[in-house]
């Protein structure tokens, strides 16, 4: 079997515990594909409390190559085309989780994004028990 030659990460953040559970991921699979990681926010002109370049240095400091880019518009199709038209080849971001009513009136923007993708999205829960530190 060919060995996957995935170059280039997309991680998409909204900066809460969901992206940084992806981030985390990404940052792993980044260092042992040899890939260079793209953080990738998308305003949907609600206010956030985080900046790209806080979370870059993050991965830096994991010896990676790491870009920050933004886009503007609806994550659930700005995510999706950021990536196919950036060459991205794969696509990492949390999920909130959410099912019922929230996920009835807001939809999922993970769902969306890996129906649109051209590239492989892998979606990331934060409470995924392998993000959690390995017992001593």
């Keep these: 079997m060919t060995p996957l030659s995935w170059t280039r990460i997309c991680c998409a953040i909204d900066f809460t515990d969901a992206s940084r559970a992806a981030l985390r991921v990404?940052?792993?699979?980044?260092?042992?594909?040899?890939?260079?990681?793209?953080?990738?926010?998308v305003d949907d002109g609600v206010p956030t409390a985080g900046q790209p370049d806080a979370w870059a240095d993050v991965a830096r400091r994991e010896?990676?190559?790491v870009e920050t880019a933004a886009t503007e518009g609806d994550p659930k199709?700005?995510?999706?085309?950021?990536?196919?038209?950036?060459?991205?080849?794969?696509?990492?971001?949390?999920?909130?989780?959410?099912?019922?009513?929230p996920h009835m009136l807001a939809g999922s923007?993970?769902?969306?994004?890996v129906r649109q993708a051209?590239?492989?999205v892998m979606v990331i829960h934060p409470e995924w028990s392998g993000l959690q530190p390995a017992s001593p």
């Excluded at 990404?26 to 926010?41: V, Y």
């Excluded at 060459?87 to 999920?95: C, E, N, Q």
């Design 118 to 120: 051209h590239c492989p």
């Design 109 to 113: 923007v993970a769902e969306s994004t």
């Design 77 to 101: 199709t700005a995510i999706a085309a950021w990536a196919d038209s950036h060459g991205a080849d794969a696509i990492l971001m949390g999920t909130h989780g959410w099912t019922g009513r």
């Design 63 to 65: 010896g990676l190559r």
């Design 26 to 41: 990404a940052i792993d699979l980044c260092r042992r594909l040899g890939a260079e990681l793209t953080l990738l926010h």
